[in-house]
């Protein structure tokens, strides 16, 4: 046996990983050593959709040097890293995302021991309810619903993608925000402040000339989850058509909840939002979480961990089955 497998058998019991959770919005990652946290960094979106898997890796090559160079260690002390990255379902994305991701390493000059790809999704059921049956129902840029039932199955309700679909979510209500202000400037709908608050969010757009917007948006001036926060703050102030907006995602993800239920035989389930947008105490979250509680098959909790918590737990017990 080679003298750095005698060594790496020999400190198993005491380890030094990483975990990264690469959202749709922003990716968090953190270097644990022996139950610390002893790094913690954040970056843009990892999510493959919405910047391709190549500028995915790049990027999460990026997050694991960079939890490296804080603490000055190198990679080849990392025992393991587990990463649950946004829109990756199929384990041939799964394997493409942590091929790719080696291959760059390698050119880097970045060794990675083990290296596990894995949904962001399914990391957060795991860190909300520690293995336990649950339902998980994540609303930031996208919005699923996922679960693992009382028979341990692991089920999933949306999540598509905010191209195709993810009513309710963050994205879903940017673009109802901007259709919103379509209809005004045509006169097909109601007149909101939300045209107001886009002009001086944007204050290069020359709204006196409406298609500058298409373009703008053509350009990736903006994107649709930008606009939630007006959105939502247009509603707070009481405007009508953003009222109506926030109100019809709230009906979206209780549809997605519901639907999602039908797997689980149990009188109850455990639901556990998660998400910016349905997180500190946001007028949707009141919205929801209202509907939830009129619905008996429902109980609202806590999430236990994070998704992060999970990928370095699933990191440590990689280790323990290499023990």
Same mark, same amino acid.
Request: aromatic share 4%; proline share 2%; with cysteine.
């Given at each position: ?5 005698? @060594? ?56 694991? *040097? ?38 760059? @390493? ?94 001086? +969010? ?5 709204? *006196? ?107 440590? +017990? ?6």
């Amino acid at each position: 046996m080679a003298k750095k497998a005698v @060594a790496r058998q020999i400190k198993q019991k005491e380890y030094t990983v990483i975990g990264i959770d690469g959202g749709g919005t922003r990716t968090r990652g953190v270097l644990v050593r022996n139950g610390e946290t002893i790094a913690s960094t954040f970056s843009g979106t990892t999510r493959v959709g919405a910047v391709g898997v190549g500028e995915s890796c790049e990027r999460l090559l990026n997050v694991i *040097k960079d939890l490296c160079d804080q603490v000055d260690i190198d990679s080849l002390e990392i025992d393991a890293v587990v990463i649950g990255l946004a829109g990756v379902w199929l384990d041939e994305e799964k394997q493409r995302s942590a091929h790719l991701l080696k291959t760059l @390493a390698r050119t880097d000059r970045v060794i990675l021991n083990d290296l596990v790809v894995t949904s962001d999704a399914e990391l957060a059921v795991e860190g909300a309810f520690d293995g336990n049956p649950g339902v998980v129902m994540i609303v930031g840029t996208g919005s699923i619903a996922l679960g693992r039932t009382p028979s341990g199955e692991f089920v999933r309700c949306g999540g598509w993608g905010i191209e195709l679909d993810d009513e309710g979510s963050g994205a879903w209500i940017g673009r109802e925000g901007i259709t919103a202000i379509f209809r005004a400037l045509d006169g097909r709908g109601k007149k909101t402040i939300l045209t107001n608050q886009f002009a001086e +969010m944007f204050p290069g757009i020359d709204m *006196k000339a409406p298609r500058n917007i298409v373009k703008a948006y053509a350009e990736r001036n903006f994107e649709y989850q930008m606009l939630t926060p007006m959105v939502m703050q247009a509603a707070e102030k009481g405007d009508e058509v953003a009222l109506e907006i926030v109100s019809r995602a709230s009906e979206h993800l209780m549809i997605l909840l519901e639907a999602i239920g039908k797997n689980f035989k149990s009188k109850t389930i455990d639901v556990a939002l998660m998400g910016g947008v349905v997180e500190n105490n946001t007028l949707l979250s009141k919205m929801l979480e209202k509907e939830i509680k009129k619905n008996k098959k429902f109980n609202k909790v806590i999430p236990k961990s994070t998704a992060t918590d999970a990928a370095v737990k699933m990191a440590v +017990m990689l280790l323990e089955e290499m023990d």
